[in-house]
T-cell receptor, first 117, second 116 residues
Framework: NAGVMQNPRHLVRRRGQEARLRCSPMKGHSHVYWYRQLPEEGLKFMVYLQKENIIDESGMPKERFSAEFPKEGPSILRIQQVVRGDSAAYFCASSLHPGQNSGNTIYFGEGSWLTVV | DQQVKQNSPSLSVQEGRISILNCDYTNSMFDYFLWYKKYPAEGPTFLISISSIKDKNEDGRFTVFLNKSAKHLSLHIVPSQPGDSAVYFC???????????????FGQGTILTVHP
C-alpha cells in the first residue's frame, strides 16, 4: 500500500517541548500539504510544500511552527515550545500536481494526534 | 469567517433510503469542490469531486450536485448503507490548475448515521 504515511500516529509532549511530525507522500507525488484539525472543528490548511520549496504557508501560525520537504526523506512539521492549544490532529496530504483539470486528487494520511500535557 | 458551511451537524437515515448532505459556500472564487468521508482516528477519504464547469457528477452510489448561483452543493448517497456511517466533509478550492488547488477550505462536517 503506497498511501500517504504519517508518523508517529500519537505523540504526547509536555509544554515547552518540541514536536516533530513526519509525512511520506504517496508514491510519485511531489506535492505535500499539512492540515490541522482542532477538537470539534473541520480541517484547516496550514502549508503547501514541494521538494525543497514552501509554496504557500498562509495557514501556518507565525511563531513556533515550521515545515520542510527536503530533497530526500519525508516532509517534517515541527512545533517548538508546544502549548496546550497545539493539541490537535495533524493531517498530511499529497497530490501529483496542483492541476485539477487532470483529474488530480488530494489524498490524506491517517493523521498524527498530538497531545500536550 | 466560515467560507464553507455545513449547517447540519448530524443526519440520521434508514438503510436503503437516500442520504442528502448539504454544503454552502460564500467565496465566489471557489471553482473545485470535494467530498471526503472520515472515520474517528483516521484520515479523510476522498469520495467524489466536481468542477465549477459542471452541475452534476456521479460515481456509483454517490452523486454531487452543484448550484453555482446559490453557492450550494449537495452529496446524495443512494441507497444508504450502515457502512456509510461516518463524518462527511465538504471542501472547496480556488484557482483551477494553479497553486491554490491543494489549499482546501473545509466545512465543519456532518455526522451521518445509517440505521439498519
Amino acid at each position: 500500500n503506497a498511501g500517504v504515511m504519517q508518523n508517529p500516529r500519537h505523540l504526547v509532549r509536555r509544554r515547552g517541548q518540541e514536536a516533530r511530525l513526519r509525512c511520506s507522500p504517496m508514491k510519485g507525488h511531489s506535492h505535500v500539504y499539512w492540515y490541522r484539525q482542532l477538537p470539534e472543528e473541520g480541517l484547516k490548511f496550514m502549508v503547501y510544500l514541494q521538494k525543497e520549496n514552501i509554496i504557500d504557508e498562509s495557514g501556518m501560525p507565525k511563531e513556533r511552527f515550521s515545515a520542510e520537504f527536503p530533497k530526500e526523506g519525508p516532509s517534517i512539521l515541527r512545533i517548538q515550545q508546544v502549548v496546550r492549544g497545539d493539541s490537535a490532529a495533524y493531517f498530511c496530504a499529497s497530490s501529483l500536481h496542483p492541476g485539477q483539470n487532470s483529474g488530480n486528487t488530494i489524498y490524506f494520511g491517517e493523521g498524527s494526534w498530538l497531545t500536550v500535557v | 469567517d466560515q467560507q464553507v458551511k455545513q449547517n447540519s451537524p448530524s443526519l440520521s437515515v434508514q438503510e436503503g433510503r437516500i442520504s442528502i448532505l448539504n454544503c454552502d459556500y460564500t467565496n465566489s472564487m471557489f471553482d473545485y469542490f470535494l467530498w471526503y468521508k472520515k472515520y474517528p482516528a483516521e484520515g479523510p477519504t476522498f469520495l467524489i469531486s466536481i468542477s465549477s464547469i459542471k452541475d452534476k457528477n456521479e460515481d456509483g452510489r454517490f452523486t454531487v450536485f452543484l448550484n453555482k448561483s446559490a453557492k450550494h452543493l449537495s452529496l446524495h448517497i443512494v441507497p444508504s448503507q450502515p457502512g456509510d456511517s461516518a463524518v462527511y466533509f465538504c471542501a472547496a478550492s480556488a484557482g483551477a490548475g494553479g497553486t491554490s488547488y491543494g489549499k482546501l477550505t473545509f466545512g465543519q462536517g456532518t455526522i451521518l448515521t445509517v440505521h439498519p
